[in-house]
């Protein structure tokens, strides 16, 4: 059986991955190649676009079904504040000269936050099975 922090790893790659090329301050994201004209034919932009929205929509879905409204809100202020410290390690807040810096440091926050929330979400019937035994029978949508 594969270890669980080894599955939750890969899966918190793959968010990152999926987030990031989605959207990102860099300039190398899915936005900007739409957006700046980067080349590329229209239906192949269309296609990534849709694939990125059935992406998102599945992930938002499943992480939705695991925390639930509450559970998300708690999630995602604890994904804030972890988000900010781990860039205040990266780049301190006495190498921000300009407010450009502060926006580009929100933005971040933002986005790795989206990250964090998404990628326990999809680990996290996974990590309550494993520590408690029992599996999470959680409808996502309307029931009947």
């Given at each position: 059986m594969k270890s669980l922090w080894r599955v939750a790893l890969?899966?918190?790659l793959v968010v990152f991955?999926?987030?990031f090329a989605a959207?990102?301050?860099?300039g190398f994201s899915y936005v900007h190649w739409v957006v700046q004209d980067a080349g590329g034919p229209l239906s192949l932009k269309i296609a990534v676009g849709i694939f990125l929205l059935i992406v998102f929509?599945?992930?938002l879905s499943v992480t939705y079904g695991a925390f639930r409204p509450a559970g998300l809100v708690a999630g995602a202020l604890t994904a804030v504040l972890f988000?900010?410290?781990?860039?205040?390690?990266?780049?301190?807040?006495s190498r921000m000269a300009v407010a450009g810096d502060y926006v580009l440091f929100a933005v971040y926050v933002a986005l790795m936050s989206v990250a964090i929330v998404i990628g326990l979400g999809l680990v996290w019937s996974k990590l309550l099975y494993r520590l408690t035994g029992q599996e999470s029978k959680r409808i996502v949508g309307p029931a009947n």
């Open positions: 890969v899966r918190l991955a999926v987030v959207y990102n301050p860099s929509y599945l992930m988000s900010v410290q781990i860039l205040l390690i990266a780049q301190p807040e």
